[in-house]
């Protein structure tokens, strides 16, 4: 079975532009979650979706969005980027929601804003 | 609002030392809980899970985890530690029930020294 992929792997963008990440979940998976990960505020959760639905969001500004498609592909969108939003991005595919199934992780897209 | 905290940041090892890493949440309720890890250049993996039962719980190389429901704690345990243990570890908990988001710790950095 495939794992989970994520596209593009690395990304350089400057303040003020938008960004558009991609994830494909493993196959028959319905739940994506979105992370962001930084060395000092570790994983922080963005939002998932399950079934083309946002179920759950964390705490971060509007400027971070995201969908879920009928095949269960996700995307996110970053609008407006700031310095702060340099990261490594996660995304994870579980069967059923996050807080009863093991989460399948992607290797991550690393974003630089400059 | 719930919290994970792991106390150990940074873990330094000899091998075939033992290990313990603490992981304690602030929420009350029935909690499932999980220990994920992230082996250098790889993708973020399950290492074990709580739902219930048995509070002992035993995950992939060797790894177990004990949950203390009085102590609000999922303490990861090894008791002897090798060179490719070397990796950060996070815990993650989220109260039970479906769609509720995972919270996470920051991580703790283990290099296990040959």
């Known amino acids: 079975k495939a794992g989970v992929t994520q596209t593009p792997r690395y990304l350089i963008k400057t303040r003020g532009q938008q960004v558009t990440l991609s994830c494909s979940p493993i196959?028959?998976?319905?739940?994506v979650s979105w992370y962001q990960q930084t060395p000092g505020q570790g994983l922080q959760f963005l939002f998932e979706?399950?079934?083309?639905?946002?179920?759950n969001k964390g705490n971060f500004p509007g400027r971070f969005s995201g969908r879920q498609f009928s095949n269960s592909r996700s995307e996110m969108n970053v609008s407006t980027l700031e310095l702060g939003d340099s990261a490594l991005y996660l995304c994870?595919?579980?069967?059923?929601?996050?807080?009863?199934?093991?989460?399948?992780f992607g290797p991550g897209t690393r974003l630089t804003v400059l | 609002a719930q919290s994970v905290s792991q106390h150990n940041h940074h873990v330094i090892l000899s091998e075939a030392a033992s290990l313990e890493l603490g992981c304690n949440y602030s929420?009350?309720?029935?909690?499932?809980l999980f220990w994920y890890v992230q082996y250098p250049g790889q993708h973020l993996q399950l290492l074990l899970k709580?739902?219930?039962?048995d509070p002992l719980v035993k995950g992939i190389k060797g790894f177990e985890a004990e949950f203390i429901k009085s102590k609000f704690s999922f303490n990861l345990r090894k008791p002897s530690v090798q060179w490719s243990d070397t990796a950060e570890y996070f815990c993650?908990?989220?109260?039970?029930?479906?769609?509720?988001?995972?919270?996470w710790g920051l991580g703790t950095s283990l290099a296990v020294n040959p």
């Open positions: 929420y009350g309720g029935t909690v499932n």
């Open positions: 196959s028959g998976h319905r739940s």
């Open positions: 709580y739902f219930s039962g």
């Open positions: 994870a595919s579980s069967f059923q929601t996050p807080g009863t199934d093991t989460q399948y």
């Open positions: 979706y399950f079934s083309e639905t946002q179920r």
């Open positions: 993650a908990v989220t109260n039970a029930g479906n769609n509720r988001k995972l919270i």
